[in-house]
């Protein structure tokens, strides 16, 4: 039976096939966006559901401190229901959180933030995305008035040129990786930006291997030259864009001998690196979280969008602006309205025309104050008492772990709905178990906006149920305390109509009928429509019409290194793991990569003394964690890199918690750290 990988946002098309309650094999079909191809993790990395982790029953504690016990699901729905009415009625919307989860279904996220919304109150809805892509949303959003890829992945078949910005591409979005080297093979070029020697800068025709945190400042040298060498697309500029000439007047700071001093790259390649991009008609820009995690996430990848627009990238196939997300469903939660300031298909909750829309629709009043964001959530315990958590475990992924914990250790009512134990769970009041991928239906959408279906192969074990099934009993208790709407959907495809009624532009043509055959891109306004491709070629989703560009100046990071701490460490993924590690560790994969490596320069593992696969310390302000050295110039010297699946060894207890001023996301990819031999 088809599906969809639950791991990246490629969204491959795969066929698990499964005996005696195992899936023993897995092929993959020739259909988009994968076409027979998967990576480790889509081949051999789904098991997880068979993890002697499972959650199989509901469990609950009745008071702090009190062991979880096993409960029926009657008992710990009401529960819950109970506790969270009580805190609305005696705190207030503002004191409850809804965490729905990108590695669910459509139908699931928007039932999620429907509960929150329709009979919590409040828009303090978010989800993972917060940690990855918020700042490429906030910058997409206020200059395109639309946060996706603008482009689709057969469009890299058309693209001559690739500024790959921040993006390991090889080993986080592996078939993505593929086909965009051999685009290059066929003739293409590519510039990476990368402080680390990637598979991405192996196939590269330019590489320009900058420090940690200074992407803006390269960005913006680039398009100093654009602009003094008269690169830009005057008529496109003209016609399709609005604040080009404030825009280009603030980019005098930025010339090539500062960037030189401040990147560490030669000018002379910044400057070739300028004039490839403009001067590819069919240049397409991909990127990822070397642009965003940062306290200046927004603004550098304002500076890409800025680049973009003045060379006229913008609604040309083969070129655009292409963030590459994370998380299986992370582009559908954001659809969705899994967001503290907007509802479904990204009507603002501050504009009143949108809110009345969403009123009419669900039959309730909606606040006009947008919620609060899931890092601003975690800093305001214990004024927010409850967290109805799905699919997440901030234990592992939110950065300063000590920080963290204690935040859930004041937190008075946590329900935790998820698959697996995860670090997250010990500090539960309620446990909820939930279906893996292989145990429902439903649908999840690519990184390309592409909707595909998710189907059901195994019945789920033990009292494991779906979370749409979950959230519909918990609101159904929720509807009865407080006298709200909450119609009972009875399974995934009705709730999925709801979402088309309620996105009749964006999902209106996108049946399940259709997702039969093959995915379906929203915008889909009529099942005869093929669904929209490239973004934007007429005009964009601004008043005017207009993509806006916003100029933005260059910071250095909040935490540079010092004598005390000489190292830049800088934090991501491994082509075997999966973010927190809760599936990809639980399954085969574990075995291909059981510990925490650390990569660290020869230069400076020779300064300290340190030999390849010796067991070291590393250590920041906030914590120390033990990790093997792996000893490799593919970082560079000074840099010191961790990956983050590591629970026993968390990159995250060393990270640092300053966020972006826009989209308040950490800055993971810069901490001051030392490294301590273990004697
Ligand atoms: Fe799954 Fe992504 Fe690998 Fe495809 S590339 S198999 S979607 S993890």
């Known amino acids: 039976m088809r599906t969809t990988c639950p791991y990246c946002g490629v969204g491959c098309q795969l066929e698990p096939e499964v005996r005696a309650g195992r899936v023993v094999r897995v092929l993959a079909p020739d259909l988009p966006p994968n076409h027979g191809a998967l990576c480790v993790k889509g081949r051999f990395g789904l098991d997880f559901p068979f993890s002697g982790k499972r959650l199989l029953y509901p469990m609950l504690r009745e008071r702090k401190g009190a062991p979880l016990r096993r409960v029926s699901w009657e008992e710990a729905l009401d529960f819950a229901a109970h506790r969270l009415h009580e805190t609305l009625k005696a705190h207030g919307p503002e004191a409850l959180a809804v965490f729905p ?386 119609p009972l959907h009875e399974g995934p495809e009705a709730i999925w109509e709801e979402i088309r009624r309620a996105l009749p532009g964006m999902m209106g043509g996108i049946s399940y009928r259709r997702l039969e055959k093959e995915g379906v891109r929203w915008p889909c306004p009529s099942e005869d429509h093929p669904g929209e491709a490239v973004l934007f070629r007429e005009r964009f989703n601004t008043p005017s019409g207009r993509a806006r560009f916003f100029p933005v100046d260059y910071t250095p990071p909040a935490e540079t290194p010092d004598e005390a701490y000489p190292l830049t460490l800088s934090t991501g993924r491994v082509l075997f793991h999966w973010h927190g590690g809760t599936l990809s560790r639980n399954s085969r994969l574990e075995a291909a990569y059981p510990e925490l490596k650390v990569e660290v320069n020869p230069r400076d593992a020779a300064r300290l003394g340190i030999a390849d696969g010796e067991r070291i310390f590393v250590v920041s302000r906030r914590g120390r964690i033990q990790a093997r050295a792996w000893v490799t110039d593919r970082t560079p010297e000074g840099v010191v890199y961790a990956p983050f699946h590591f629970a026993e060894a968390p990159a995250n207890r060393l990270t640092q918690d300053a966020l972006d001023p826009i989209s308040r996301i950490p800055e993971y990819k810069v901490s001051a750290v030392r490294l301590e031999k273990l004697d």
């Open 101 to 486: 989860s990108a590695k669910t279904t459509n139908e699931e996220v928007y039932l999620a933030q429907k509960l929150a919304r329709v009979l919590l109150s409040t828009h303090n809805v978010d989800h993972c995305s917060r940690l990855c892509h918020s700042s490429s949303t906030a910058a997409l959003s206020r200059a395109l008035g639309g946060a996706s890829m603008t482009n689709p992945l057969e469009d890299i078949w058309k693209t001559d040129l690739f500024l790959v910005v921040g993006s390991n591409t090889t080993e986080t979005h592996p078939v993505i990786a593929a086909m965009i080297k051999k685009r290059v093979r066929q003739g293409a070029r590519m510039i990476v930006v990368d402080p680390r020697y990637t598979g991405m800068a192996e196939a590269a025709t330019l590489w320009l291997r900058v420090r940690p945190g200074t992407d803006l400042f390269l960005l913006n040298a680039m398009a100093r030259v654009v602009v003094e060498e008269g690169l830009w697309d005057r008529a496109y500029v003209e016609e399709r864009t609005e604040g080009f000439q404030a825009w280009a007047e603030s980019l005098a700071p930025y010339t090539l001998e500062r960037a030189e001093e401040v990147t560490g790259v030669p000018g002379e390649r910044i400057r070739e690196a300028a004039r490839l991009y403009a001067t590819t008609e069919r240049a397409g820009a991909y990127w990822a979280m070397g642009v965003t995690q940062h306290t200046k996430g927004t603004a550098t990848a304002q500076a890409l969008v800025n680049l973009a627009l003045a060379t006229g990238k913008v609604g040309r196939e083969g070129a655009g602006l292409n963030p590459l997300r994370g998380q299986n469903n992370v582009q559908g939660a954001g659809d969705m309205g899994a967001l503290p300031d907007v509802l479904p298909g990204y009507a603002k909750v501050a504009e009143e025309e949108a809110r009345r829309r969403f009123e009419a629709f669900w039959g309730v009043p909606l606040s006009p104050k947008p919620g609060l964001r899931m890092t601003e959530v975690f800093e305001a315990i214990p004024e927010v008492k409850a967290i109805y958590l799905i699919g997440e475990d901030p234990m592992t992924s939110e950065p300063f772990q000590d920080h963290t914990k204690a935040q859930l250790e004041a937190l008075p009512f946590l329900i935790v709905q998820d698959i697996l134990e995860n670090e997250t769970t010990p500090f539960a009041d309620v446990v909820f178990p939930a279906a893996s991928f292989l145990e429902k239906e439903g649908t999840f959408t690519n990184t390309d906006r592409r909707v595909q279906r998710v189907r059901r192969v195994l019945d789920p074990p033990g009292e494991a149920r779906p979370d749409w099934w979950i959230t519909r009993e918990l609101g159904r208790r929720l509807a009865a305390l407080s006298g709200r709407p909450w």
